[in-house]
Nanobody, 123 residues
Framework: QVQLVESGGGLVQPGGSLSLSCAAS????????MAWYRQAPGKQRELVAY???????NYADSVKGRFTISRDNAKNTVYLQMSGLKPEDTAVYYC?????????????????WGQGTQVTVSL
């Protein structure tokens, strides 16, 4: 089991910046990808960005050039640096970790979510 602790949300004016972090507890899970999703009121949860354990990254088109995802494997932590924030970035942001865990002789997929942190972009 992996516990995810998120921090860094808040209220910011348009054009401002915020940083989010998500720390995963140590466990027997071998973490592969770490990602940030977001869900705005009345909308489906969407992928914002992910980073693999090899450092490959991918971003939603709506955030390319404004958001940067990174991870510290030694600390099991993923970060999301957000700049040039827009009102449409307002949402609850969720950390997601995907990996595998050995159960007996079988590798099972493991998928965990953080509790979410609110980001509000408004005057």
């Amino acid at each position: 089991q992996v516990q995810l602790v998120e921090s860094g949300g808040g209220l910011v004016q348009p054009g401002g910046s915020l940083s989010l972090s998500c720390a995963a507890s140590r466990s027997s899970v071998i973490i592969n990808s770490m990602a940030w999703y977001r869900q705005a009121p009345g909308k489906q949860r969407e992928l914002v960005a992910y980073v693999t354990n090899g450092g490959l990254t991918n971003y939603a088109d709506s955030v390319k050039g404004r958001f940067t995802i990174s991870r510290d494997n030694a600390k099991n932590t993923v970060y999301l640096q957000m700049s040039g924030l827009k009102p449409e970035d307002t949402a609850v942001y969720y950390c997601n970790v995907v990996g595998v865990v050995l159960v007996g002789t079988t590798l099972n997929r493991a998928d965990y979510w953080g509790q979410g942190t609110q980001v509000t972009v408004s005057l």
